[in-house]
């Protein structure tokens, strides 16, 4: 199932600030038709009410390669160690919270990439691995 929340968006074109719908979770055993606006990096389009200028957000998606145990953050600025370490760190302290989290996030590969490339080739691999 895909995760959303609402977000305020600034339209890049006439200024007016809207609540928007975005994608924050991606489930690929269920959302396997999100692949491909995931590959273009268009996963989270969004347009504007007033002057419909359409928008395409870089925000950070968790993808969850079901039924692999992986789970990948896509954030196109978390470019640096430290910004990924941070995404680390936050899903260490979620995980740690109870037994059965820890458990599950002993046995998951946790990545954060912020390059579009790379996670085309994830995707890439999964749809292969999956025809
Ligand atoms: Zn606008």
Do not use: W
């Amino acid at each position: 199932m895909v995760g959303t929340s609402l977000t305020e968006v600034k339209c890049s074109k006439c200024k007016n600030v809207y609540e928007s719908d975005v994608i924050d979770h991606i489930d690929l055993s269920e959302d396997r038709d999100m692949i491909k606006s995931l590959k273009t990096g268009k996963a989270n389009r969004t347009q504007c009410p007033k002057c419909k200028k359409v928008m395409y957000l870089s925000r950070s998606i968790v993808v969850n390669f079901e039924p692999e145990n992986r789970i990948v953050v896509f954030d196109p600025s978390a470019q640096t160690k430290e910004a990924k370490d941070e995404f680390i760190e936050d899903y260490r302290s979620v995980t740690s919270y109870n037994e059965t989290l820890s458990e599950v996030g002993e046995e998951t590969e946790f990545i954060v990439i912020s390059k579009l490339d790379k996670l085309k080739e994830m995707l890439d691999e999964y749809v292969k691995a999956r025809k």
